[in-house]
């Protein structure tokens, strides 16, 4: 899979730009804030319907414009497709796949495989467990739909039970009403914690290898999925116990509790938790490996690679460890953002000046 062009339009610091990249490793190189990021923000935009970056669509837009344009066009093992996103200055978003209107997201998800990596997302270990769900639920919807539609549906009901609770009523009607919701989170949540453990399983060992290679080292990496939910038996009806079980406390707190939603990723260097103990270089080195892990996962999902972004990771790299990592990615698309590129690997370059390619 390879994006060809893209072209953007009064998108962030870019007027109308085309460009049109190659197959392997494109570079845009250019000084801090000229509008390399903006544009691997926009093929992440493309595959995932939202930004890296924020969650105000209107931000997207160029200052004093009322709306924006992202085009792509995407080769893929098979066929051609185009994606096309509008954002107008009252947040709406309007996507054409193939020049033809899409209503539901779900029909965008699997068009473009993206993975991004930035040296901000070492947050995956070091913050919430907030981050390490995303992390999750990206890397499996953009793979599998059924997934997609499963946590959707999940957050659905979980926000209508939370309205409910918020309300503090306790009659009887009201728990009849929580009977219902908590029987459709157990139903939707088994699902969620069968894919996330299977998907943890595959990427811990992906993780592990690819960490070796990074750091030079015989580290041991594992991961392993965190839960309050007992995985022994029928996880449906164990969690549907442990939501009735946690209701009355729900009520006070005027939220759900417990389910996927509050799930975590357990991160294990050389036995300890990676989140407590690991310097701040393995964690860097730890969640890179993870999101090219993720990059395999894909790939024997699909038949084919996601594309690459890769944005200012050179700079947290000696000479060396830069070359690995790009040697490692030899057959996938790579789109890099560097203040200046100076590894003996063939690339594309692509000079990027206050929202131009010059």
């Given at each position: 899979?390879?994006?060809?062009?893209?072209?953007?339009?009064?998108?962030?610091?870019?007027?109308?730009?085309?460009?049109?990249?190659?197959?392997?490793?494109?570079?845009?190189?250019?000084?801090?804030?000229?509008?390399?990021?903006?544009?691997?923000?926009?093929?992440?935009?493309?595959?995932?319907?939202?930004?890296?970056?924020?969650?105000?669509?209107?931000?997207?837009?160029?200052?004093?414009?009322?709306?924006?344009?992202?085009?792509?066009?995407?080769?893929?093992?098979?066929?051609?497709?185009?994606?096309?996103?509008?954002?107008?200055?009252?947040?709406?978003?309007?996507?054409?796949?193939?020049?033809?209107?899409?209503?539901?997201?779900?029909?965008?998800?699997?068009?473009?495989?993206?993975?991004?990596?930035?040296?901000q997302e070492i947050k995956l270990i070091q913050e919430s467990p907030d981050d390490r769900r995303?992390?999750?639920?990206?890397?499996?919807?953009?793979?599998?739909?059924?997934?997609?539609?499963?946590?959707?549906?999940?957050?659905?009901?979980?926000?209508?039970?939370?309205?409910?609770?918020?309300?503090?009523?306790?009659?009887d009607q009201v728990d009849t009403m929580l009977d219902v919701y908590d029987a459709q989170l157990?139903?939707?949540?088994?699902?969620?914690?069968?894919?996330?453990?299977?998907?943890?399983?595959?990427?811990?060992?992906?993780?592990?290898?690819?960490?070796?290679?990074?750091?030079?080292?015989?580290?041991?990496?594992?991961?392993?999925?965190?839960?309050?939910?007992?995985?022994?038996?029928?996880?449906?009806?164990?969690?549907?116990?442990?939501?009735?079980?946690?209701?009355?406390?729900?009520?006070?707190?005027?939220?759900?509790s417990v389910g996927p939603h509050r799930d975590d990723i357990k991160i294990i260097l050389n036995?300890?938790?990676?989140?407590?103990?690991?310097?701040?270089?393995?964690?860097?080195?730890?969640?890179?490996?993870?999101?090219?892990?993720?990059?395999?996962?894909?790939?024997?999902?699909?038949?084919?690679?996601?594309?690459?972004?890769?944005?200012?990771?050179?700079?947290?790299?000696?000479?060396?460890?830069?070359?690995?990592?790009?040697?490692?990615?030899?057959?996938?698309?790579?789109?890099?953002?560097?203040?200046?590129?100076?590894?003996?690997?063939?690339?594309?370059?692509?000079?990027?000046?206050?929202?131009?390619?010059?």
């Amino acid at each position: 899979m390879i994006v060809k062009s893209i072209q953007l339009k009064n998108f962030r610091n870019y007027k109308d730009q085309i460009l049109n990249l190659d197959p392997g490793l494109n570079v845009l190189v250019g000084d801090n804030a000229e509008g390399k990021t903006n544009m691997l923000e926009s093929i992440y935009f493309c595959a995932n319907f939202s930004s890296p970056r924020t969650t105000n669509d209107k931000e997207m837009i160029r200052f004093n414009q009322d709306h924006a344009i992202v085009k792509l066009v995407i080769k893929k093992k098979y066929r051609d497709n185009s994606i096309k996103i509008k954002i107008d200055s009252h947040k709406k978003k309007y996507v054409l796949v193939d020049d033809i209107p899409i209503n539901r997201v779900a029909e965008l998800m699997g068009v473009l495989g993206v993975v991004f990596f930035s040296p901000q997302e070492i947050k995956l270990i070091q913050e919430s467990p907030d981050d390490r769900r995303k992390f999750l639920n990206i890397a499996l919807s953009q793979q599998d739909k059924t997934y997609f539609r499963a946590l959707n549906d999940y957050r659905k009901i979980l926000a209508n039970k939370n309205n409910l609770l918020k309300k503090g009523l306790t009659t009887d009607q009201v728990d009849t009403m929580l009977d219902v919701y908590d029987a459709q989170l157990a139903k939707e949540g088994e699902f969620i914690i069968n894919k996330r453990m299977s998907f943890l399983n595959v990427l811990s060992n992906y993780s592990n290898r690819a960490n070796e290679k990074l750091s030079e080292s015989e580290e041991t990496l594992s991961l392993e999925y965190e839960t309050n939910i007992s995985l022994e038996g029928n996880i449906q009806t164990n969690l549907y116990d442990s939501l009735v079980k946690a209701r009355e406390k729900d009520k006070q707190l005027g939220y759900t509790s417990v389910g996927p939603h509050r799930d975590d990723i357990k991160i294990i260097l050389n036995g300890n938790d990676a989140r407590k103990f690991a310097s701040q270089g393995q964690q860097r080195s730890i969640t890179l490996a993870m999101k090219l892990a993720s990059l395999y996962i894909y790939r024997n999902e699909t038949g084919e690679f996601p594309v690459l972004l890769l944005d200012d990771v050179l700079s947290e790299l000696d000479l060396k460890r830069q070359k690995i990592l790009l040697d490692m990615l030899k057959d996938i698309q790579i789109i890099l953002t560097c203040t200046h590129y100076n590894i003996d690997v063939p690339a594309k370059i692509i000079n990027i000046k206050d929202g131009k390619v010059v």
